[in-house]
């Protein structure tokens, strides 16, 4: 209740202004990280009950937006206005004194609490001793009223993901939010919950409650919301109302962009084909993660898998790499059958893997570099540390890594180093691997390593080896790849010869459009 | 066979279960807030033996049983410090915890080994009430401190299910950054309740010393109910009301012994009806051993863990 | 933060200078005496000529520093078994039931097969039966992690008190294979005469509690120190241990690193406990009981960082203030035992305490005044 009184009182003081004044505005907004300027000069309206969706994809600063529209960061210059009004955040705790909640990508709920202990948990007007029965009623008349259905008495760690969802959401409504920020809704939902959240959102903002949708997926936003901006590389590149967006423009700006990266292409004639994907299926917890999959790439060839996070890349990397067994098909690499091999298999058939988690998966944080350079070799009863320390010492003359010395934690390399070390091992120290299949290799990365990045696998290429390149950088793909398919839903819906990619059809496939 | 013994067996099982219940209540609100104390052993011998040296220089039953839980509170402080302060591995800081209190315990209680001892904890005189079949040794046979044992209990599920303290609490042993993430001090919350339950812990042994205990015994004074009040953590799936039924069977279980031995029954050997309690509650854990139970009954998640903020 | 007129200021450490491995540990103990030496004052011992009758039947006399390696022997073997699995992330505090159990392992072998066998062959015998029974009693919560991910803390801390009654049983509950039936007095049946070691007389005629098993426990020790260091199966433990999601990019089973090191770690404790039996009991002996060498062992791990050379020197320290509070109380100013305990206790939660120094670098510079 103390919420909703801050919330009144700020509203009262500029009711005047009420309809005219924008519900939140972000003006001149620049926040910078070391290396990055995520935001650069931004402006941002909203005004009350509008959707306005900030669209673009990973990277380009939208989330970035929506954490200081909420008081988790604190912009270095910029005003955030509410209903006109200037207004300071320190903390999200400010935000929500002034109605703004954001709901995360990552769920923060307590799963042996029920839907209404939840909600509650932490809410300051919270009574000493809890009134149980009539929170479940209020939080029970705040599903009602915006479509969530939730049963108040659920468990939180038996529901699913949309539902857990609609948690966060009631739990920011009773709250008081009248702005709810959502960041990646749409992320982890299922089709038919992606219809009931538009359901809500719609709900919302017909009781006057403004909502921020911050997406990559343009296919889905074009219908649910009023406004969409777009932004890339830390900037808003258009802004289109509803009935004037275009679907086509909309890509054009969220991917359509002058490529000033020279393309690397294969210089030598391709040969045969080293890693073939047949019709593989995957399903999980009764879900299809990805549907009849086929691909060859062959020796000398960089094939580019596009397409925006949560398409069941990752997935299709570990089918590939053994690191999950499909329900069908088949993964040869080498001619040697691998899908139900495990990941010991597919290594002793030629593959070599770059996860896209360089310190937490692809290498051992707390180990040395030497130790690193043998996690994926044959190691037989005892470890050759002394054969990896002469090559970890190679690699870090040849690809000018940064370290004190072949026996520093690899947690102490900067991302650039630490890729240049899981590359290094990868496509050179293990020995016979001619097919690769790499991850986002340039995550995160300033310019000059991306540049080093790209020059290794493009020797890679050149030195005859066959590779798979999924990254959600359409940039990336662009600049590197002989051939380019996109990746959406766990389909591939699209493949394109890399010389002569339309870009316009890429970005629309991405985004789940057909052409 | 006598049923008047085994009535009589069952009332002691309630009585001696006050010592567990209170040792393992504290135990509860402790790993509650993710911090697992292990020290409960070293810490029953503390309050048992700087109670009765209060006792012994005062002559006062309450200002020895005040400075008992004073000592629970500094010795579960110590724990906090190193454990919350400082991030260091909780298991090992409560097994030091156990050896630094045992030792101490056996120290300072070197010059009272087998004196009697200066005051006692008596039952409650309900005048003919205590004379009723079944009810008067069941219900009305005990002291004042085992009927407020059963009202802290009642107490203390209600402040942890109830009230938005006890939410706070139970959402930190879950998930401490989501209490983070809402304002709290997952820091506080630990100490508070680590140093809390610490004070249970040797209230229950300073409880034990003058009601159940013939004299001070060194560490054979109170043999291993520590350690057995901790299993009953597990038992009761860290509920505190499901303690009592837990305490009960297990003090049943460290009373049964004696009086097969008086009856002259052997049906099982008494050691072997000593690892019951241990065998039913390892049962218990591989009941609770299934995602969806372990979710709901199974230990708070990050019991053990040592809070860190995701810094970015 | 300020106190008392200084501004001591906390920064963190990225790595952590050597020095401090030795400091920690030294300064540790010096506060541990000091904490002693309060107690001793308060009641009325001298600390300093304690601890100096301390020292010299704890380690610089002859059967002082044999008593003390006597002691120390399983408890290298605990220790070990601790670190063993500490350093995994698994938390098994059974190794002092898993210690009962090589007791009982050891010394049915003793008893049952050792006869007809020469010492040379009886006595690895033994200590394989130990390792064995040390191991089985793991057994059970080694599966549960590895197959169902529950906590290891408290199944083998429930075990311990089912190997405790056990022990109890097969000698004061019972009239078994391992009562001995020549006496109504409840005692362990000796093992063969075969299966047992004499002590180390170390070149004088004198009879120590000093076993061959020492220099056993010593080589465990050694060998496992370079066996984890240089060995695949070392590697894939540590990079488990590092990160889990790496071990599986890498291949590795995580069901079997986890119960495979649980198992090991069983079979180290259980090699002390039979040790025992071949060394000073040679028999099933409820002594044991009293030591708590299993919980030690854990402290000893922890105290030596769960380096395996470290633990056969944190073993010895032990040992040696445990036998040398066992001269003092028999002096002619006794000073309880107990004394040796509070000191084991205090060392291990100062060098808990020491992490705040390992972790954060603290300045301590006084307060300019500030300027008006």
Redesign the interface.
């Known amino acids: 209740m103390a919420n909703l009184a801050v919330v009144t009182s700020v509203a009262g003081s500029s009711s005047s202004s009420r309809t005219s004044q924008p519900a939140l505005e972000a003006r001149g907004v620049t926040k910078r990280f070391p290396g990055v300027v995520a935001n650069d000069a931004v402006d941002f309206d909203l005004a009350r009950g509008e959707v306005h969706t900030l669209l673009g994809e990973n990277g380009a600063g939208k989330s970035t937006l929506a954490s200081v529209l909420c008081g988790l960061y604190r912009p270095e210059e910029g005003q955030v206005l509410r209903n006109g009004a200037e207004i300071r955040l320190n ?3 400010d935000g929500l004194a002034h109605g703004i909640a954001m709901v995360h990508q990552h769920f ?6 029920t839907v209404a ?1 939840n909600v ?3 809410h300051k007007s ?5 009134a ?1 029965n009539d929170i479940e009623d209020r939080v029970a008349a705040i599903t009602q009223e915006f479509g969530l259905p939730l049963n108040p008495r659920a ?1 939180v ?2 529901l699913s993901a949309g539902e857990r969802q609609r948690v966060e959401i009631v739990k920011a409504l009773y709250q008081g939010a009248e702005v709810l920020l959502l960041d990646e809704p749409t992320a982890l939902l299922a089709p038919p919950e992606v219809e009931n959240l538009f359901v809500t959102v719609r709900a919302m903002t017909h009781t006057g409650k403004s909502v921020v949708f911050v997406s990559h997926k343009l296919g889905e936003v074009v219908d649910i919301s009023d406004r969409i901006t777009v932004m890339r590389g830390g900037k808003v590149t258009g802004s289109v109302r509803r009935g004037e967006a275009d679907v086509r423009k909309l890509a054009e700006l969220m991917v359509g962009r002058e490529i000033n990266i020279v393309p690397r292409r294969a210089k030598s004639p391709m040969s045969d084909v080293l890693l073939s994907v047949s019709q593989v299926h995957l399903e999980r917890d009764g879900a299809e993660i990805l549907s009849d999959i086929n691909l060859d790439v062959r020796a000398g060839e960089i094939v580019g898998v596009a397409g925006v996070a949560g398409n069941g890349q990752r997935d299709l990397a570990e089918v590939i790499a ?2 999950q067994t499909p329900q069908q098909g088949n993964v040869t690499v080498c001619g040697t059958p691998t899908a139900r091999s ?3 298999g597919a ?1 002793r058939a030629g593959l070599a ?1 770059v ?1 896209e ?1 360089r310190l ?8 040395s570099i030497v ?1 690193n350079m ?3 070799r044959e ?5 050759d540390r002394k054969s990896a320390l002469a090559e970890s010492e190679q690699f870090i003359r040849q690809l000018e890594i940064k370290t004190p010395g072949p026996l520093t934690p690899t947690r ?1 390399l900067s991302g650039g180093n630490a890729q240049k070390v899981l590359l290094a091992r990868e496509l050179f120290a293990v020995s016979g691997a001619r097919v690769l299949v790499v991850c986002s290799p340039t995550r995160g990365l300033d310019v000059g390593a991306v540049e080093a990045v790209h020059a290794l696998l493009d020797e890679a290429r050149d030195a005859g080896k066959a590779i798979l390149m999924v990254s959600e950088d359409l940039d990336e793909v662009m600049t590197l790849a002989d051939r380019v398919m996109v990746l959406y839903r766990g389909k591939i819906t699209l493949e394109q010869p890399g010389t002569h990619a339309d870009l316009e059809r890429v970005g629309r496939a991405m985004a789940g459009i057909a052409s | 066979m006598n049923s008047n013994i085994w009535l009589l067996t069952f009332a002691d099982a309630i009585s001696i279960a006050t010592t567990l219940i209170l040792a393992s209540l504290g135990a509860i609100l402790t790993e509650r807030s993710g911090v697992i104390n292990l020290g409960v052993e070293g810490m029953l011998l503390m309050g048992a033996v700087t109670g009765f040296l209060v006792a012994d220089s005062s002559g006062s039953l309450w200002l020895a049983l005040f400075v008992a839980v004073l000592v629970g509170v500094a010795l579960a402080s110590v724990h906090a410090a190193l454990t919350v302060g400082l991030r260091a591995n909780q298991i090992v800081s409560g097994l030091a915890m156990v050896i630094f209190a045992t030792g101490l315990s056996q120290f300072i209680g070197k010059p009272i080994e087998g004196d009697p001892l200066p005051v006692l904890i008596r039952p409650i005189d309900f005048g003919a009430l205590s004379d009723t079949p079944f009810f008067g040794p069941v219900v009305f046979g005990h002291d004042l401190f085992t009927y407020l044992t059963w009202v802290l209990v009642a107490a203390a599920s209600f402040y942890m299910h ?4 006890g ?2 609490l ?2 930190t042993g ?2 401490p ?3 983070d ?4 001090s997952v820091a506080r919350i630990r100490w508070v309740h680590t140093v809390v339950g610490g004070a249970l812990m040797t209230f229950a042994g300073a409880w034990y010393m003058f009601a159940r205990s013939a004299a001070w015994n060194q560490s054979a004074t109170t043999n291993g109910i520590g350690w057995i009040a901790l299993a009953l953590v597990v038992f009761a799936s860290w509920r505190p009301i499901r303690a009592i039924g837990g305490a009960v069977l297990f003090g049943f279980s460290l009373q049964v012994p004696f009086t097969l031995q008086a009856e002259q029954i052997r049906i099982l050997p008494p050691t072997i009806l000593a690892m019951f309690p241990y065998l039913i509650t390892l049962a218990v854990l591989v009941a609770l051993s299934t995602p ?1 139970a372990r ?2 009954l199974g230990a708070p ?1 990050m019991l053990g863990q040592p809070f860190v903020r995701d810094e970015r | 933060m300020i106190v008392l007129g200084y501004r001591v200021r906390m920064e963190q450490r ?1 790595s952590t200078p050597r020095s401090l491995l030795v400091m920690v540990p030294v300064f540790s103990v010096f506060f541990a005496l000091v904490v002693g030496g309060i107690f001793l004052a308060a009641t009325g011992h001298p600390p300093i000529g304690t601890y100096l009758k301390l020292v010299d039947n704890g380690y610089t006399s002859f059967y002082g520093i044999t008593d003390t390696l006597g002691l120390a022997t399983p408890l290298i073997c605990t220790g070990l078994a601790a670190a063993f699995a500490f350093r995994m992330n698994l938390y098994s505090i059974g190794q002092e039931g898993q210690l009962y159990l090589g007791m009982i392992g050891g010394a049915w072998a003793g008893i049952a097969l050792a006869d007809s066998l020469p010492t040379l062959v009886a006595v690895p015998v033994v200590l394989l039966f130990g390792a064995f029974a040390g191991a089985m009693w793991v057994a059970v919560p080694a599966l549960l992690r590895a197959r169902l991910g529950t906590s290891e803390i408290v199944s083998t801390l429930l075990l311990n008190y089912v190997a405790l009654n056990l022990l109890n049983y097969f000698i004061f509950g019972s009239t078994g294979f391992f009562r001995d039936p020549t006496t109504s007095f409840p005692q362990g049946r000796p093992v063969a005469e075969s299966a047992r070691l004499s002590p180390i007389s170390f070149f004088t005629d004198k009879v120590t509690n000093t076993y061959p098993t020492f220099f056993i426990a010593v080589i465990l020790a050694v060998v496992l120190f370079w066996l984890m260091r ?3 199966y ?2 894939e433990t ?2 488990y241990a ?2 889990p ?2 071990a ?4 590795m089973n995580s069901a079997w690193l986890q119960s495979s090191v649980l198992l090991i770690s069983g079979a180290l404790a259980g090699v002390g406990g039979a040790m025992y039996v071949v060394g000073p009991a040679g028999k099933v002996d409820p002594g044991l009981l009293q030591v708590g060498l299993g919980y030690a062992g854990i402290v000893v791990a922890a105290l030596a960082r769960y380096n395996f050379i470290a633990v056969i020197v944190a073993a010895v320290l032990f040992a040696g203030l445990r036998t040398g509070g066992n001269a003092l109380q028999i002096s002619s100013d006794p000073v309880p035992i107990a004394i040796a305990v509070v000191l084991q206790g205090a060392v291990l939660l100062f060098a808990l305490g020491g992490e705040l120094f390992r972790r954060n670098k603290v300045t301590i510079s006084r307060v300019q005044a500030a300027a008006t």
């Open positions: 903390s999200p705790r923060r709920l307590v799963d042996r609490f202990e509650v948990l932490g919270l009574s000493f001793v809890l149980t468990v760690g038996d053994g690191l495990g990941a010991l290594r893997y996860p988690d937490g998966t692809g290498l051992a944080p707390a180990m130790d043998v996690l994926t190691r037989g009863f005892l470890v102490k | 109830r009230t938005r303290p939410l706070l139970r959402a879950d998930a950054a989501t209490v993430a809402q304002g709290g969806r979710r709901l998640k | 990225l240089l060995s695949n070392g590697y540590a990079v590092d990160s999601n790496t599986r990019y890498a291949g």
